[in-house]
């Protein structure tokens, strides 16, 4: 499996994160010695963690073959991780990227630039327009909260003539 690595241009942050899969066939208390491996590569790279999420098992969208010394083993579920890092300008992330391939407790990882923010999902709140005309929103839809009643035909095509017509007028 070969990878391309982008590598950051001198002036920007070198922010990136490590997704990887353990082998599942790896006892749950050896998992933690594991991730400690991919954190020595960093080490060895003067890379400086942010954060980082525990591996866990979790089943896999599809199995997943690798090869152990000449056999192949099917994996239908494995140990997830992650790891968010900076380089420092003279870190190079192609040599981490050599260490994690050769490493055969791990099946699958990705490395990837990204932002040194926090990324994670977090849930969006939607606010209806005040179709009545009275200044307050009809509801506020969130992932625990829905319309109480739904919009006939005729009110769907009003506000829609209103969104129009607000439009034009600018």
């Known amino acids: 499996m070969s990878k391309k690595v982008k590598v950051a241009r001198n002036n ?3 922010i990136y ?6 082998i599942s066939s ?5 998992v933690p010695k594991e991730t400690d491996k991919i954190k020595e590569y960093l080490a060895k790279e003067k890379a400086a ?9 979790r089943p896999l969208a599809y199995s997943i073959k690798k090869s152990f010394q000449g056999t192949y083993k099917v994996f239908d579920k494995a140990y997830f991780g992650f790891i ?17 391939k050769n490493n055969e407790n791990i099946l699958r990882y990705i490395v990837v630039k990204t932002a040194r923010e926090n990324t994670m999902y977090s849930p969006k ?8 005309g009275k200044g307050k929103p009809i509801a506020i839809k969130t992932e625990k909260t829905v319309l109480e009643a739904p919009a006939s035909i005729e009110e769907i095509d009003k506000s829609i003539d209103e969104l129009i017509s607000d439009e034009v007028k600018v």
């Not at 994160?17 to 353990?22: K, N």
């Not at 963690?49 to 098992?57: C, D, P, R, V």
């Not at 709140?125 to 009545?132: L, Q």
Request: aromatic share 6%; charged share 40%.
């Open 12 to 14: 920007e942050e070198k």
């Open 17 to 22: 994160e490590i997704g990887y899969h353990l």
């Open 26 to 30: 790896i006892a749950e208390e050896s």
């Open 49 to 57: 963690i942010i954060s980082e999420g525990a591996a866990k098992l």
């Open 84 to 100: 968010k890092f900076e380089l420092p300008e003279e870190g190079e992330v192609t040599k981490i990227d050599e260490k994690l």
């Open 125 to 132: 709140i939607t606010v209806f327009k005040d179709v009545e």
